[in-house]
């Protein structure tokens, strides 16, 4: 008889989770596993998993609400964020839960694995369904911790022993034992952080270090750069035009990607004098003409321009970002503006030409790419692995 592994996905924008999950999935679907799809975005998280040849359910979402700390209306822990779901509040918390639950037992999962699903991983706790959950530095919080560790120094909106006991609470009415601390909620049977350990902020607190990312990284390039960069930007970014501006005024030759454009956008700042492309581009290409390539500080696209060896300004949006823009800097091969849009025009030159002509953050990151070059990447088939194992533990 065939085994079902249910694959959740509810919180986070983008694509990324449900393209992790979509790696997994189709290496478990060439055993002969039963797959299927809970994504936050049915609209486009939902058509981009069926074109794949998978199932898809909505996921129950919560709404997420304000956070009003002391200190900061943005989270201080993952705490906050949990908070800001619904897990100060049993009349929030509870209906979600139950959905979920209600959902896993209509789908007769044998196996769930979970990306940044915190609702969806209490409603497995302690019952029969095995769990494994994956996320990157940011979303797979250490697990083994009494509560979860400040993202900076700053009083929290949320106390997490008020939470703790919501969640007891909640899983009360279920019949369900509860967790004794917040961070086991991201344990599940089986866990993994799937990113860079080099970019897991984390990295000094887990017992299991990050295990990697699950494609294989690129080779690094060996292009002569005859460009100075190459942007990967957000048109949505309050900052966007201060940015574009800086580029301009740094008098650098380069060309821009800018998702979510308009084309009256674009053609604006063509008439400044910037290359602006009206389809997304090969990076490994743009990678190979640029000194140095400009972007935001996501995950993946921070463990791509490392493995090609090129320099980064990052310009981060959120903190998760920061954080990123952090461990480069640290690693030596990448310039960073402040976040929260707290740098000028002139800031924006002066990163780029540092990036693009300093010889020690060109040959940092050249280093790093040719260290991870060396490094194996099995991480798709660890996990894949470990669901098979837990999948042949549900049929005895």
Avoid at 115 to 127: F, H, I, K, T, V
Avoid at 266 to 292: C, F, K, N, V, Y
Avoid at 345 to 352: R, S
């Amino acid at each position: 008889m065939s085994r079902r592994a249910v694959f959740v996905w509810e919180l986070g924008d983008g694509l990324g989770h449900a393209n992790r999950l979509l790696r997994i999935a189709d290496r478990l679907r060439q055993d002969g596993v039963d797959c299927l799809f809970v994504v936050r975005n049915l609209e486009v998280g939902g058509a981009f998993v069926r074109k794949h040849g998978y199932p898809v359910l909505q996921a129950p979402v919560a709404g997420i609400e304000p956070i009003r700390g002391p200190d900061t209306n943005q989270p201080v822990s993952a705490g906050d964020i949990l908070g800001s779901l619904g897990f100060a509040s049993q009349e929030r918390l509870g209906p979600f839960v139950d959905a979920w639950g209600t959902l896993f037992e209509c789908l007769q999962a044998d196996l769930v694995v979970s990306d940044y699903a915190p609702m969806a991983n209490l409603a497995l706790y302690g019952g029969p369904t095995k769990l494994v959950v994956i996320g990157d530095g940011f979303t797979l919080p250490p697990v083994e911790d009494a509560e979860f560790r400040p993202f900076r120094e700053a009083r929290p909106a949320y106390d997490e022993r008020h939470m703790r006991g919501v969640v007891a609470a909640v899983q009360a009415a279920r019949g369900r034992p509860a967790p004794d601390r917040l961070p086991a909620l991201f344990a599940g049977d089986r866990h993994f952080v799937i990113t860079l350990p080099e970019l897991d902020q984390w990295a000094a607190f887990r017992s299991e270090p990050a295990i990697g990312p699950l494609d294989a990284l690129s080779a690094p390039v060996d292009d002569l750069p005859s460009v100075d960069y190459f942007g990967y930007l957000s048109a949505t970014y309050q900052f966007t035009d201060r940015l574009l501006t800086g580029l301009v005024k740094s008098g650098r030759t380069g060309s821009i990607f800018l998702r979510d454009s308009t084309a009256k956008m674009r053609s604006h700042w063509r008439a400044q004098g910037l290359t602006i492309h009206d389809s997304p581009r090969d990076m490994r290409e743009e990678a190979g003409r640029s000194r140095a390539i400009v972007h935001h500080g996501g995950v993946g696209t921070c463990e791509q321009i490392l493995a090609f060896g090129r320099p980064q300004v990052l310009v981060p949006r959120h903190f998760e970002q920061t954080s990123n823009a952090r461990r480069l800097m640290e690693q030596g091969g990448a310039v960073a503006l402040r976040g929260g849009g707290n740098f000028e025009v002139e800031h924006v030159a002066a990163a780029l030409r540092a990036a693009a002509e300093r010889p020690s953050i060109a040959a940092a990151a050249r280093t790093m790419a040719e260290t991870l070059a060396t490094r194996p990447n099995n991480a798709l088939e660890t996990i894949s692995v470990v669901c098979r194992t837990l999948l042949e533990g549900r049929r005895t």
